[in-house]
């Protein structure tokens, strides 16, 4: 049998030697041996995961969405946790919303194959999403084939824990890539079944989901609804749920609410700088970033920014690849934001009052974006935009 050493397997794999030698101390490698602190891997290994029978449930969901806290205090929470593998977890989760993808990244690899199915997944999760903000596309499939193999697998299992955590784990990863879900059951269906702060991300899932069909009003509708009796602040599956409100309010042209509600939005992310959250909503969002957030808070914008071209250009590459389409990663957020108002017909004078800038200016980016594109109307316009 021919080795390699982990050095070489963490090139090979595209992981973190540390990440490697931990998985060979867990006998995740077939026939891997260390010769004295050196680990040896057999050539062309691949970590053996551990089946769903025998992974148990006993840590935490997405700890940072399943916990309550006070907005500015997730730090003292993810301390007061008793588990430690569930706090760090929770720390590579916050590092995610905080947009710092590399240092989630470098935590979530160490529990791609960790031997309880909650913690697992949620390291999968973390990795694939971190990853596909990073432009990193091999290690984004290798973190959804990993969710893809444990919900599958839980899905044969009759425990209700498992169905609950697979069936919001999957359908999240569909819906927030666009894909059908029809083949995993309802997302209704195991709402009982999860922590109050995860059944709140599944409502926006669920808003999210309904956007996506079009439904603005009805999507507007659950997230209001959730809003409202949903009990404990819950804020960073609460941020998700009123972004998505938002951006169905800028859908149905209603402008004037969407800020009035992006405002209260605001005010929760920067007492924790979680601004991932925005990166991923930019497009959808409409301008109200960059009318309500440029001005006033031009250090929290910047930020924004940075992270919306790099989730804009992995999220963009996946897409492009599942659907075979061109979404495109060429204009900035100012231009993406305008081509995707004018794009939902609204006239130059509606765009120049919603961002307050002048129609004149409105123009002019206007010019810029179809000779980017290379396009002259509206219609060949849309082609390159998220719907």
Not at 181 to 210: C, W
Not at 278 to 301: D, M, N, R, V, W
């Amino acid at each position: 049998m021919e080795f390699e050493s982990a050095k070489e397997t963490a090139v090979r794999l595209g992981v973190n030697i540390r990440t490697v030698q931990k998985w060979a101390k867990e006998n995740k490698f077939n026939g891997a041996k260390k010769l004295g602190r050196e680990w040896l891997i057999p050539q062309n290994a691949t970590p053996d995961n551990n089946s769903c029978d025998e992974k148990t449930t006993v840590h935490q969901l997405l700890p940072v969405l399943s916990n309550d806290f006070v907005p500015g205090y997730c730090n003292d929470m993810i301390a007061g946790l008793a588990d430690e593998t569930d706090k760090a977890i929770a720390t590579a989760e916050l590092y995610y919303y905080k947009g710092k993808t590399q240092q989630a990244i470098e935590i979530a690899e160490l529990y791609l194959n960790h031997a309880d199915y909650n913690t697992a997944l949620s390291a999968s999760f973390i990795y694939a999403f971190a990853n596909l903000s990073s432009g990193k596309l091999n290690l984004t499939e290798l973190g959804f084939e990993n969710i893809k193999r444990f919900v599958m697998k839980a899905l044969s299992k009759d425990d209700p824990d498992f169905r609950a955590s697979a069936v919001f784990i999957g359908t999240a990863t569909l819906v927030l890539l666009h894909q059908d879900t029809d083949e995993l059951p309802p997302l209704q269906t195991v709402m009982n079944d999860l922590p109050a702060g995860l059944r709140v991300f599944a409502s926006y899932i669920m808003a999210h989901k309904v956007y996506l069909e079009k439904d603005y009003s009805r999507a507007v509708g659950i997230a209001e609804g959730v809003l409202t009796f949903k009990g404990a602040p819950y804020p960073v599956p609460s941020l998700y749920l009123k972004l998505m409100r938002c951006v169905c309010l800028m859908n149905l042209k209603d402008s004037q609410r969407a800020k009035s509600a992006f405002n209260d939005i605001n005010r929760i992310a920067l007492e924790e700088e979680i601004f991932q959250p925005f990166a991923e909503h930019h497009g959808l969002l409409q301008g109200i970033i960059e009318s309500q957030i440029k001005k006033t808070h031009p250090e929290a914008y910047r930020e924004i920014v940075a992270m919306v071209k790099n989730f804009s250009t992995g999220w963009s590459t996946v897409h492009n690849e599942l659907t075979k389409s061109s979404v495109t990663i060429s204009l900035t957020t100012t231009e993406f934001a305008i081509a995707m108002l004018f794009n939902r017909n609204w006239s130059v004078k509606e765009i120049s009052q919603h961002m307050d800038i002048s129609p004149r200016m409105v123009k002019h980016h206007l010019s810029v974006i179809y000779e980017k594109l290379d396009v002259s109307n509206r219609e060949e316009l849309g082609r390159f935009l998220l719907k």
